[in-house]
């Protein structure tokens, strides 16, 4: 089966340094793949680039078969900064998004309450986000990301900024999500047990030039349970993608 | 007892808070205190004034003023100058900022206008309005345009750059999630970039009114017929000081009651927009 999202030879530079070097990659339908790496290793800009918000100097990205030309509504994007706007209601900032890929009305609001309750969040529909917390609001993004469909769904650390209890409520949430939904799904994290835990496979950047080192299948059954983490074969490969990520710390050092 | 010593290091914990770098204080304390200084001012004022330190011509006795005031309300004269006045900073304000406002978010947006605009308005905002005086009375002559005028130019150079500074702190991810949501560049800007900035527009509406108001007292000081300002200069020419320093209360009474009312709207239109100002 034809990839769904297929970047081929990308490269990326900035000023003076080379952020992304003849990057491949490709995401089969409905596959789930982090991208994890130390900081400055590209994985956000790569993702920036999917996304179409920012250009790129060589190379081709495809989505389902077709060429990107820029941000469009079949990539969905939840960002690690808070993007619910303020003035609206959660409700509303889902509907925000299904009125922009042209749903009316009353499909709107139906669209709307099946995803904040996929999220559950249906008790704060009417809330604004300054009434959330950091973990409701980026379930209300994700509820937004998901509500129109999108091919692909990109997320950059969508829960660095939360604290470590919100942030593994989160990733049992996002993967209950992600078994029953189904989606594509292209994550950004610098959390090497965050990517082990949601993903079916791990791509380990290097920086400088940042480019993909290693990739890593992720074989862990699923239903992936909150217990899974502290069995062996977890903690195995979380071991060996760290010991990845941990050389290039070396090479800084040097 | 216990209760009482408790209570007693409460208030101790209280006036601490005060005089702590980001403390807390209660409406109550917070209007004792506010309130306070005013009466202090008061009295010091009617201190000096009553003891014969200071002369009338100098600085007259607030119940002088007041008297003043009075005759001068029911002789309609008071009434007519704030008419006047009103009139004339609303429409000059309102004209700046119909165009400054639209002026301000291209500038913000746009890189096109931000180099077309931005350095030309700073170059002008450095030039002293009070030197154009002279300018708009020979190009304008002494009616309400030239007040008009006189407050264009004194508040639009420096509200197109502080509403393109409003705009330049949308966050940027919401232009990025606007963009994702394929917005064309016009629903961008309808949907996500002013409603965004719209509440630091609306403070930079409420502090610039203040500046209007500057402005077309000077104005009025320099030639008007008519107006708070006027009104000053004519009492100053026959020392009646208790009238000039009436309408200077005035016009900082004028002041305080705009900027609450903008301050109340702001909650009612923007309630959202907590912890921002």
Redesign the interface.
């Known amino acids: 089966m034809a990839p769904k999202l297929e970047i081929k030879g990308l490269n990326k530079t900035f000023a003076r340094t080379v952020a992304l070097h003849e990057v491949d990659l490709a995401l089969a339908e409905n596959e789930f793949v982090s991208l994890v790496g130390v900081s400055g290793c590209g994985k956000s800009t790569l993702l920036s680039i999917v996304a179409g918000l920012l250009d790129y100097d060589e190379g081709d990205i495809l989505v389902d078969g077709a060429p990107m030309t820029g941000p469009g509504l079949d990539r969905g994007v939840v960002f690690q900064s808070y993007t619910l706007l303020p003035w609206l209601t959660a409700r509303q900032n889902v509907e925000f998004a299904l009125k922009a890929a042209g749903y009316k009305g009353a499909e709107c609001r139906k669209i709307a309450a099946e995803h904040l309750a996929l999220v559950r969040l249906t008790k704060f529909s009417d809330a604004y986000p300054h009434q959330l917390s950091g973990g409701m609001k980026q379930r209300v993004a994700i509820a937004r990301a998901l509500s129109y469909r999108p091919k692909v769904l990109l997320m950059d650390e969508p829960f660095g900024a939360l604290d470590a209890m919100t942030r593994h409520e989160m990733q049992i949430l996002l993967t209950r999500v992600w078994e029953t939904h189904k989606l594509t799904v292209l994550f950004v994290t610098h959390d090497v047990e965050e990517a082990v835990y949601l993903s079916d496979r791990i791509v380990a950047m290097s920086i400088n030039p940042g480019r993909i080192k290693t990739e890593f299948s992720v074989n862990l059954p699923r239903p992936r349970s909150a217990e899974i983490i502290s069995s062996p074969d977890f903690i195995a490969l979380q071991r060996r993608v760290l010991s990845t990520i941990r050389e290039d710390f070396a090479i800084d050092e040097n | 007892m216990r209760a009482s010593s408790m209570r007693q290091s409460k208030y101790r914990a209280a006036w601490r808070s005060l005089f702590t770098t980001g403390g807390a204080i209660g409406r109550p304390a917070f209007l004792t205190i506010s309130g306070g200084v005013f009466a202090a001012l008061f009295a010091i004022w009617y201190a000096v004034t009553a003891s014969g330190l200071v002369q009338p011509l100098f600085l007259p006795a607030p119940g002088a003023i007041w008297l003043r005031l009075s005759s001068l309300s029911t002789a309609g004269t008071l009434w007519g100058d704030i008419e006047v006045s009103v009139y004339r900073v609303f429409a000059g304000f309102f004209i700046a900022s119909a165009m400054a406002v639209p002026i301000g978010v291209m500038i913000g947006s746009y890189r096109f206008w931000e180099a077309a605009l931005e350095p030309l308005a700073d170059f002008i905002r450095y030039m002293p309005v009070v030197a154009f005086l002279p300018l708009t009375i020979l190009w304008t002559g002494t009616g309400d345009i030239q007040k008009f005028l006189i407050i264009w130019i004194g508040t639009f150079f420096q509200q197109i750059l502080m509403v393109m500074d409003n705009v330049k702190r949308v966050?940027p991810?919401?232009i990025?999630?606007g963009?994702?949501?394929?917005?064309s560049e016009f629903?961008l800007q309808m949907?996500?970039v002013i409603?965004?900035a719209l509440p630091g527009i609306w403070d930079t509406l409420r502090i610039t009114f203040g500046w209007a108001w500057t402005w077309l007292v000077v104005a009025e000081l320099v030639a008007a017929n008519s107006g708070l300002g006027y009104r000053i200069t004519v009492s100053q020419r026959y020392f009646e000081t208790d009238t000039t320093i009436g309408y200077i209360l005035v016009l900082g009474v004028l002041g305080l009651l705009t900027d609450q009312v903008m301050k109340a709207l702001e909650r009612v239109l923007?309630?959202?927009?907590?912890?921002r100002s």
């Open positions: 966050p991810d919401f990025g999630l963009r994702t949501l394929g917005l629903k949907k996500i409603p965004s923007f309630p959202y927009a907590k912890g």
